[in-house]
């Protein structure tokens, strides 16, 4: 069965939570493991979006800090962090289209978010999508 991005995009925010929890433990973690665990099927989507907000990391958040109002991403929960980095790591580092990474991003957050957290994810992903087509 193939699973649709909006899925793998799904596992990739658990697979982010997991390795922030990991983080946050200081537990040491073998990447392509945690990839399996939630992902037993070989995906090079799930693995790009995965290793590549892990490659950008800092400059994710560092962007992340500027548009967050008196926030730092390191002050959101772990899911809405997953969520975020995903996607500004979408919006500015891969080919899908700016209104498809934000859109996936906010259902996402619809989802798994609260309501206030769902605007402050839309709002920051906005402003780095006019900041990039200027």
Known sequence: MTENRSELRRKCMTILYQMTVYDKAHMQYNVDDVISEVSPIDNEYVKEIVYGVLT??????KLANKYLDGWTIDRLGNTDMAILRMGIFELLYTDTPDVVAINEAVELAKKYSDDSVRKMINGVLD??????VQ
């Open 127 to 132: 402003k780095i999508y006019h900041e990039k």
């Open 56 to 61: 950008y990391k800092n400059d994710i958040d």
